[in-house]
């Protein structure tokens, strides 16, 4: 996700970067059946609080995420700065779930 995303951001050629975006967004929606299907797995007897809790912080984004862009596109002139801010939260998030969760653990 995150490479498509920074790649976007690189490349002048409108039909790129619509092609660049759909792929990211396609590898970032394959992982959302993972969420709901981890909290049932790990608290099978709070499944439906822990997906509730899951749910409510993910929701937090889809508030933050446009107050911030905004406020990244007018400081700066251009929305490159938010796709590369978004690169490194998605790579960050990737490289810390991928050292932190132990699947044999869960």
């Known amino acids: 996700t995150g490479i498509f995303t920074y790649m976007s ?12 975006l759909s792929i990211g ?15 049932v797995d790990t608290t099978p007897e709070f499944a439906g609080p822990a997906s509730a809790l899951t749910n409510g912080i993910g929701s937090i984004s889809g508030i933050v995420a446009p107050l911030f862009t ?7 002139g251009n929305f490159s700065s938010a796709f590369v801010l978004a690169t490194a939260i998605v790579t960050v998030s990737g490289i810390l779930i991928a050292y932190a969760c132990n699947p044999r653990q869960l």
């Open 9 to 20: 951001t690189h490349t002048s050629n409108t039909s790129a970067i619509v092609i660049l």
């Open 25 to 39: 967004c396609f590898t970032n929606f394959l992982a959302n059946s993972v969420f709901f299907a981890i909290t």
């Open 70 to 76: 905004g406020y990244l596109v007018e400081a700066t």
